[in-house]
């Protein structure tokens, strides 16, 4: 029996077994291999001039999310940069994008020395 993943590994690379190597198997027990597909491709969807909420929906459809902060609950925001890593979810890899928010024009200020 063989599944397929996507890994780092080459497509058809033997990424993992069960039995491990070295055990003795009876004649009637099925081998589980896992075989790689390679590495997973994704395109990034345009999400310039988009909100922040409906970048997010967009990297949702693309089976992408938006990187997170270390204790920030909504992700990337106000200019600032995220990490790229991958969250595990239902086994797989979640690919992770960095989205850099404007915060619009600044509002013009003048000081005034007296």
């Not at 890994?7 to 077994?17: E, F, G, H, L, M």
Request: aromatic share 4%; no cysteine; proline share 5%.
């Amino acid at each position: 029996m063989a599944d397929r993943i996507y890994s780092d590994q080459p497509i058809n690379v033997v990424v993992r077994q069960t039995p491990t190597s070295g055990l003795l198997m009876k004649v009637s027990q099925q081998a589980h291999v896992v075989l790689s597909l390679g590495q997973r491709q994704l395109q990034i969807p345009l999400l310039e001039g988009n909100s922040l909420r409906a970048s997010r929906i967009e990297l949702l459809r693309a089976g992408l999310q938006v990187a997170k902060f270390p204790g920030d609950d909504d992700g990337a925001a106000g200019g600032r940069r995220g990490h790229s890593e991958s969250e595990t979810w239902r086994g797989a890899a979640t690919p992770r994008v960095d989205v850099l928010v404007s915060q619009g024009p600044r509002e013009t200020a003048y000081v005034m020395h007296i």
